[in-house]
């Protein structure tokens, strides 16, 4: 929270910005308070996501849009640890889009469109070269707030990316009425 309120200051944006925290499964703000919530890069760090579905969809107002945009399971085997999200399988909580379309629905959303982006992170990784061993890091790139271990991390996910294991998949849906 500090650093979010450093650099809110450092932007002079001051008193345009509030800052609160909470859980996912305890979000704190009261229902229906919210027409849009996103869930984006986190699912693979949260084992059971069913208290997480049931509470974004306690704060959305009838018909709010939930959109999600996860690392998920495309076929079954074994994932190369480290990952970018977690050192060990036991930390890693990757699951199929089935699996997050059966809780959504029956959390009380409404699947409203849905797709795979693998297309679009293939094109993006041929696009981009992936560090040498032992040669010098660029000046900014994740490493700056993952630290060094994000190139052997980012590697893994490349290779279970590129076995078909996992990619990026994008939900949206809608609060249903109660």
């Given at each position: 929270m500090a650093v979010a309120q450093s650099l809110t200051r450092r932007?002079?944006?001051?008193?345009k910005v509030r800052f609160q925290q909470g859980t996912a499964t305890a979000i704190p703000f009261g229902g229906g308070n919210f027409d849009v919530a996103t869930l984006i890069h986190v699912g693979m760090n949260i084992a059971d996501k069913r208290p997480v579905f049931r509470e974004?969809?306690?704060?959305?107002?009838?018909?709010?849009?939930?959109?999600?945009?996860?690392?998920?399971?495309?076929?079954?085997?074994?994932?190369?640890?480290?990952?970018?999200?977690?050192t060990?399988?036991?930390?890693?909580?990757?699951?199929?889009?089935?699996?997050?379309?059966?809780?959504?629905?029956?959390?009380?959303f409404e699947i409203v469109w849905e797709r795979s982006c693998r297309e679009?992170?293939?094109s993006a990784f041929q696009r981009q070269a992936l560090p040498q061993p032992?040669?010098?890091?660029?000046?900014?790139?994740?490493?700056?707030?993952?630290?060094?271990g994000i190139i052997e991390r980012?590697?893994?996910?490349?290779?279970?990316?590129?076995?078909?294991?996992?990619?990026?998949?994008?939900?949206?849906?809608?609060?249903?009425?109660?």
């Open positions: 932007l002079g944006m001051e008193g974004v969809k306690r704060v959305l107002t009838s018909g709010g849009v939930f959109g999600i945009y996860d690392q998920m399971r495309e076929a079954p085997g074994d994932l190369t640890y480290p990952l970018p999200w977690a060990t399988p036991e930390a890693s909580f990757v699951d199929e889009p089935e699996t997050y379309k059966r809780l959504l629905t029956e959390a009380g679009d992170a293939l032992g040669a010098p890091l660029p000046p900014l790139g994740l490493h700056v707030t993952m630290g060094p980012g590697a893994n996910f490349r290779i279970d990316f590129e076995r078909g294991l996992i990619g990026p998949y994008e939900i949206v849906a809608r609060s249903r009425a109660v």
